[in-house]
């Protein structure tokens, strides 16, 4: 067989705005969530939950609801013993971590509002939840463990076996790793003839609030027991289902179809999973179980509960000379998958892009009767740049700085790289300089400046403030030997397979899990340019452990810089277990073929063949060299040399209306760095949702538990997602410093919107109203929030919210408290 | 039990429900429409809208038996065969979904806004978008692709 069919020359794929492949579906409503999957004989769970975030069960009466219409069952911890498994930490951050025991379903005692206690079996959903009103639990209420840093003082115990709340201490000290100096002694000196600041600030609690709620369905009746589950993680689950239950990992098959968002949310293996698993298994029937949004705010886990406390020093010039980091991070009841592993996910950001010659990050994990928390976009990377970026603009305002003039006289120059940092990571590639450059320019940063300062020379009662936020990131998570070091129970790499398929068709397996990142096209457009084939010939399968066998799921920007480097390395093996046989049905010497377009050809002659004319003939497998398999088909497991480092300069306008308090984003501007971009359009949609979910947690999310433990935000009418009409639409660019520890040069992006937003809006909201005497407002900042901190001085004190609001109002208009003065004077 | 008739998706159907089944558990659980999603339980996040007799309604907010004798579309419904509605085509062409999960809903919301209004400005959109959530996108697509399908300018 030789070459005949000439085939256009394929335009490249990487960097094109192609159109979702995965759109089809999913604008027709043809979709596969897991709760739209129904079975022969299928059962329904409903879970009977805690009122109380802590007490201890003395009586379940099943009675009545085992009586009520087509209830099969209603089971207990009791009921389940062991069969139920138990949950696992993933990470404990140190050897001697303190962590309770993890039931789904505790027998005896329960240390959140929220825990299941008893779960109902029925024929129907609906059913299921009729009964479940009808279990009678008695409960011994015991004090519970709200507040964070009461609990760090182990004034009530969220666990009292555990004789403590204080879960790991973990600690990183840059003269200690040799890879700086001595904090202590740069803030001893700045005390003496330089600038110390020192804040302390508040990563509220928030919600991933993914909008499919999650759903799990498990069939036992096969020979190997399928889980359907909407979480980011199957192969993870899989594992850890088999290690905790005694099912033969083998036995074990897990799917992640469609799934509706995760943002950390569903990087998690959870109660429900485990209970469904094994009440399918105990009944030997299909179950199924799905949350109502109220369970998911409740219970799924929530993210970031810190509080930072923070020392920056700095010589009278600005230049920095240490950074000591003090985290108090709330764990929530349990220690959950990845659980304290967040908040060190930060510890080696926080001197984010500035050259601080000292550092030390100290970490104490808490255990609380609150939600377990984990990830949540960014996990640990928001916080350290948001306490970074805020403290850099305050040290700005404290030297009467241009916040982006101090920034600039502090970071790493892009003839620097590779840098190493004080943290002891290296950053391959980066150029700080020209992503400012660009964000100011398409900012109009002076044109805004001047019309600030006129608006507070006019005394406006509308004020304008522009936040900064030059962030960076460590993303790509991760090499496998560091994971180790940090006592991370499992590795950082990917896997990847290529099938080439008798009609020239491309089937890709990736372990890297999609939930609305768009792997699909991406991943497609890859292929297409390496294997030379057209981009709709290309099929990419992925969260069927069946399917893709091997992988590690999506998270922490992993999937293109970590899966996309595997999908890359096994379509070059492709190509080289396809050059001997088409040298050989050539009639060409293997050193004499080049492969270019998707085609090998022999130099120097109009000879070829294309990768899918091999793929052919190894099907057929007439023609073929001795002591070669008959088949293309080539597996990569990448593990990365080194994290990975995009960064971005995004700057803000916030209009504050300083009579109400009420806050409105004016522009909004963010220039990333991500290195290459395989798909821009997808990377936009990355960078968009990326910022409004930042920009929420500056704004107006917050979980809000009261005394007792209740969560009192646990629905969407009370916890604040941002609308279409709270949001505006953004401008968004690139530099491009394309990373050199993969091949494609890409950078991870899915969390850069979120890392630096938060900061950038704070900022903004203070730099409008600094003048003030305002130094910080704590997240989110409502306008009570903005009001008070506006307000405070003139009020006297006290509550300023009372008496103080009227006057600012013209009774006489009949307009008393009803003018919208958010939208601003002109000046 | 309550017998009810509709017409769904041009299709029409009869069944017995309970009174308190909710059009969208009767749409997914009874007739398999399972491209009509629940997100929420307090009628906030809008991924259940479906249009009842030409208006848009969350079909939580709906009981079954009130859809009696109604027609209701539903995002299986919108496309004419294999032809996309142009604010299908729009979501699409402005990458206006990630996950897809309310999707529906914000299509069929997005349909309804430029029936009443084909005009909108950027402001009309966004509000009457409100009632629709979305945890993907930060909406900015979406209000390009209501955008787009309005006639006003290409995607970028």
């Given amino acids: 067989m030789t070459a005949t069919q000439e085939r256009a020359e394929v335009a490249q794929e990487i960097g094109r705005d192609r159109r979702r492949k995965e759109d089809q579906r999913l604008i027709t409503g043809r979709t596969r969530w897991t709760d739209n999957i129904t079975m022969p004989g299928m059962l329904h769970l409903a879970m009977v939950r805690s009122p109380f975030a802590h007490a201890t069960i003395t009586s379940i009466d099943k009675s009545e609801a085992e009586a009520a219409p087509n209830v099969v069952a209603v089971l207990t911890g009791a009921d389940l013993g062991e069969s139920q498994g138990t949950l696992i930490n993933a990470w404990a951050i140190t050897t001697d971590q303190v962590a309770p025991a993890h039931p789904p379903m505790p027998p005896d005692r329960v240390s959140f509002a929220g825990e299941v206690v008893a779960v109902v079996v029925a024929r129907s959903a609906a059913e299921a939840r009729d009964a479940a009103e009808l279990v009678d639990v008695e409960y011994d209420e015991l004090p519970a463990a709200v507040d964070l840093k009461a609990a760090a003082r182990d004034e009530v115990l969220a666990h009292p076996d555990l004789g403590t709340n204080k879960s790991a201490f973990w600690k990183f000290d840059s003269a200690e790793a040799g890879t700086g100096g001595d904090v202590d002694e740069a803030i001893a000196k700045a005390r003496d003839g330089g600038v110390v600041i020192e804040r302390e600030y508040r990563q509220q609690r928030l919600i991933p609030a993914f909008m499919e709620p999650r759903s799990v369905v498990v069939d036992p009746t096969g020979e190997q027991i399928t889980m359907w589950s909407a979480t980011q993680i199957p192969h993870i689950l899989r594992f850890a289902l088999a290690a905790t239950t005694g099912v033969p990992e083998s036995k074990i098959r897990v799917i992640a179809p469609d799934v509706g968002g995760g943002f950390g949310g569903k990087l998690q293996t959870t109660p429900e999973e485990w209970l469904v698993f094994a009440i399918a298994r105990r009944l030997g029937k299909p179950v199924k179980y799905t949350e109502t949004r109220s369970e998911s705010l409740m219970v799924g886990h929530h993210g970031r509960d810190q509080w930072q406390k923070l020392t920056l020093s700095a010589e009278k010039d600005g230049t920095v000379t240490g950074l000591k980091v003090e985290l108090l991070a709330d764990l929530g009841s349990y220690v959950s998958l990845i659980g304290g592993g967040v908040p060190v996910l930060g510890a080696f950001m926080f001197n984010a892009i500035y050259k601080f010659p000292a550092y030390q990050f100290n970490c104490q994990t808490v255990l609380t009767n609150k939600t377990w928390t984990d990830a949540y976009r960014g996990a640990g990377r928001p916080e350290a740049t948001f306490a970074i970026e805020r403290l850099m603009t305050e040290l700005a305002a404290e ?33 700080y300089e020209a992503a400012t450059a660009k964000a100011k320019e398409m900012f109009g940063y002076d044109e805004l400046r001047e019309e600030q300062r006129r608006r507070r020379e006019a005394g406006d009662t509308v004020q304008l403030g522009i936040g900064v936020s030059t962030f ?52 497609s457009q890859i292929i297409a340019d390496r294997l030379g084939v057209p981009f709709e010939d290309v099929e990419v399968l992925h969260g069927d452990t069946q399917v893709a066998q091997r992988g590690l799921d999506t998270y922490g920007s ?20 396809a050059r001997p046989i088409a040298a050989h049905l050539l009639e060409a010497s293997v050193d004499d073929l080049e492969f270019s377009g998707g085609r090998f050809s022999v130099k120097g002659t109009d000879q070829g063949m294309s990768i899918a004319e091999v793929s052919t003939a190894v099907f057929t497998a007439h023609d073929y060299p001795e002591g070669i398999e008959p088949q293309l088909d080539s597996d990569a497991t990448y593990d990365p040399v080194n994290f990975n480092y995009p960064h971005g300069t995004h700057l803000c306008a916030m209009e504050v209306d300083t009579e109400t308090g009420q806050v409105k984003m004016r522009k909004y501007v963010c220039v990333d760095d991500i290195g290459t971009i395989i798909n821009p359009l997808i990377v936009s949609g ?82 409008a109203v600094r003048h003030f005497g305002v130094n910080d407002i704590q997240m989110p900042c409502t306008p009570e929030r903005v009001w008070k901190a506006v307000h405070d001085r003139d009020a006297g004190g006290g509550d300023p919210t009372t008496g103080a609001a009227a006057p600012h109002f013209d009774s006489s208009t009949g307009m008393d408290g009803t003018v919208d003065r958010t939208t601003g004077g002109t000046l | 039990m309550t017998r009810i008739s509709l017409t769904v998706d041009g299709s029409k159907v009869a069944d017995d429900v309970e009174p308190r089944m909710l059009l969208v558990q009767y749409l997914r659980e009874r007739l398999g429409k399972t491209g009509t999603v629940v997100g929420c339980d307090t009628s906030n996040c809008g991924a259940c809208t479906v249009h009842l007799d030409g208006t848009s309604v969350k079909s939580c907010n709906v009981l079954a038996v009130q859809a009696d004798g109604a027609e209701v579309t539903t995002i299986e419904g919108l496309a004419t065969g294999e032809d996309l509605h142009p604010v299908q085509e729009a979501f699409r062409e402005c990458h206006g979904l990630q996950c897809g999960f309310c999707t529906p809903g914000m299509i069929m919301q997005s349909v309804a806004l430029l029936e009443e209004n084909p005009q909108p400005s950027e402001e009309e959109i966004r509000l009457g978008l409100e009632g629709n959530l979305c945890r993907c996108t930060g909406y900015h697509n979406i209000v390009k692709a209501v955008q787009q399908a309005a006639g006003q300018g290409a995607a970028s």
């Fill in chain 1, 558 to 577: 992993r999937s293109l810089v970590v899966g996309g480097e595997a999908l890359v390395r096994a379509a070059d093996k492709v190509i080289e277990k």
């Fill in chain 1, 399 to 431: 030297l009467d700085m241009d916040p982006l003039e101090l920034r600039e006289k502090n970071w790493i120059r892009h003839e620097e790289f590779p840098f190493t940092t004080v943290a002891g990571l290296e950053y391959d590639t980066g150029n």
């Fill in chain 1, 686 to 767: 990355q960078v968009h949702g990326g910022l409004v979910q930042g920009i929420a947690q500056a704004l107006w999310e917050e979980a809000v538990y009261d005394d007792a433990g209740t969560l009192v935000s646990g629905s969407f009418t009370d916890y604040l997602l941002p609308t279409a009409a709270d949001t505006i639409s953004f401008d968004i660019d690139h530099t491009s410093s394309p990373s050199i520890t993969n091949t494609l040069g890409t950078k991870g992006v899915g969390e850069a919107g979120t890392i630096a937003s938060t900061p950038a809006v704070v900022n903004a909201v203070v730099d």
């Fill in chain 1, 472 to 523: 960076t990131e460590m993303c790509g998570l991760a090499p496998s030997r560091v994971l180790g070091q940090l006592n991370y129970g499992a590795g950082g790499w990917e896997h990847a397979s290529v099938r080439m398929l008798a009609t020239g068709k491309v089937e890709v397996t990736t372990g890297a899990s999609a939930h609305g990142q768009g792997h699909e096209t991406a991943f």
